[in-house]
């Protein structure tokens, strides 16, 4: 394991969010989108459940997608100001059956501000271990979803087994018609 259970499902989760906006669709239409997204991933803590809450997830998941295109040099300054904007305060917890992780705001914050904070503890981890090159974008020439590989020989390419699958079909049909 390159990480922490906790700080890999974050790292998972921020991809994910990340990638509800890199289809030709938005995945993140409406609030209906966003609740499917919190039960998917297991956030808890308060909801507003409104389109200001939607739109503070959707800001933030720009400025989390900037993580992919940026030095890790850059990305520090992204997380140090994501941390200091919410007050981080980094406190070890255990709740609803998961052992001791650290929550750094408080459950009644704001989702966004939670959401935000989540993703800055897990990338000053990947930052600090030397790790920032496992940031990669999907290899499928049509796929532009990002993923954080959490292999142990750095060798994931793809965002998922559907791109996986696809390419590595396409690559035995290309290789059995030049044959
Ligand atoms: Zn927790
Ligand atoms: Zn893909």
Redesign the pocket.
């Known amino acids: 394991m390159a990480f922490t259970h906790d700080t890999e499902l974050s790292l998972s989760a921020t991809a994910a969010l990340v990638n509800t906006g890199r289809a030709p669709v938005e995945e993140m239409p409406d609030v209906a989108a966003l609740d499917q997204f919190i039960a998917d991933w297991e956030w ?1 803590g308060s909801r507003t459940h409104d389109k200001a809450e939607l739109a503070a997830v959707l800001r933030l998941r720009s400025r989390l997608a900037r993580l992919w295109e940026m030095t890790a040099d850059e990305a520090v300054v992204l997380v140090n100001g994501l941390l200091a904007e919410a007050n981080a305060l980094p406190q070890l ?1 255990k ?2 059956g ?1 052992d001791y ?1 650290i ?1 750094a705001t408080s459950p009644d914050a704001p989702l966004a501000n939670r959401m935000a904070v989540d993703a800055a503890m897990a990338f000053a981890d990947v930052i600090r271990v030397g790790e920032f090159g496992r940031l990669r974008v999907c290899a499928a020439d049509d796929c532009q979803d990002v993923l954080v590989d959490l292999s142990k020989n750095r060798s994931r390419r793809f965002c998922g087994l559907t791109c996986a699958n696809r390419v590595n079909v396409a690559a035995y049909r290309s290789r059995r018609t030049a044959s």
């Open positions: 808890t917890v709740h609803d998961w992780h929550h």
